[in-house]
């Protein structure tokens, strides 16, 4: 091992403990030290994985996934990782005398497929339920990790753990950050994963789950009282992580029985990248409590009549059609026929959407 590369490395590996776009370079790094074609970074949180590796092309993280290889009864590396102590090294000899007791064919022939089919490994860190790997990957034409090259992995790995524990250091002081941010604007809020596990919850949220009013969290999950509005807030969840932060990266519910409604904000949030922190991918927002702008206001906003402003007022209260019909002395058809037409000039195409839009101007 030359000083000079392994100096160039370990650096390349502090820089990406304070810059996550730096991590490719390093994992570059890390394959020419070990005179390897690759470098490989895996990170596990529970059940959310997160793979990268330098000089892949995208195809392999969907093949990867496809070939169920973030299974440990499927993949060779992470089932000699499941016992292993930080910091200990295997490699091919202990990948071949394990293959035969899992269901590797798929992963074997996607190691072929993108020729990575020798190499070693380390786990880096574990902690509580997440865990964080360091493999140098080689081809048939590298041929097997030989003792030299292995010695090279070994000694720059520690150097690679302090990058990790750097960059968690600085993911969990964003995480802080975030959540005490919106705690001092007293905002019910609840920061959640990619599977909706609630992350931090501010005071106002923590309150409203313990009096599960409209939402709650259920051994770490956010989950709605109602069932319905349970599969809507998973829709929405699924919804805003297809888009991510644009636009329309936010989906927001009318939650809660009729009179205690809630609107509930469910926003996407940046993707951090090369994230070993699990950093919060939602933002879910309650505002508690239905409001009531005046009816004036309601036309001044939307263009309704008074009548329609009523009933916009009504709707947005919880009152059920049958008794604004009641009330008002007319009947069903023609309540629906006002109720289209209100719609229409609030440029909304759901009752739900007209009593957010109702709400939103208290």
Known sequence: MRTEEYLRTAHAFAQAGVDGEAWHGALESLASLTRSSFGELIAFKADVPMLYIS????AFLRDFQAAGAYDHRVNPKLAVSLDAEPMQV?????????????????????TYKYDMQYGCQTTLYRSN????GLTALRTRRDGRMDSDSAAAFAAIA??????????????QQSLVSIAGGLEHAGIA???????????????????LAVEARVLTVRQNQLAAIDAQDERRLRGALAGVLRTGLTDSGTEVLAMGPPGRQCAVHVRA?????????????????????????SAQLLRIAFGLTTAEAEIALALASGQSRELIAFERRV??????QQIKTILAKV???RETELVLAVQGLG
Request: glycine share 8%; charged share 25%.
């Open 269 to 293: 949030l940046p993707v951090v990248p090369w994230d070993l922190t699990f950093l919060p991918r939602v933002l879910v927002i309650v505002r508690e409590g239905p409001r009531t702008p």
């Open 55 to 58: 000089g892949t092309e995208e």
């Open 158 to 171: 520690p150097v690679v753990l302090s990058a990790v524990k750097t960059q968690v250091a600085l993911g």
């Open 129 to 132: 339920d997440v865990m964080v």
């Open 189 to 207: 809020a609840f920061l959640c994963d990619a599977n909706g596990r609630v992350q931090a919850m501010t005071g106002r949220g923590e309150r």
């Open 90 to 110: 295997f490699g091919d000899r202990e990948y071949e005398e394990i293959l035969p007791f899992l269901r590797s064919e798929a992963y074997l022939d996607l």
């Open 331 to 336: 009947t069903i058809n023609t309540l629906r």
């Open 347 to 349: 440029d909304v195409s």
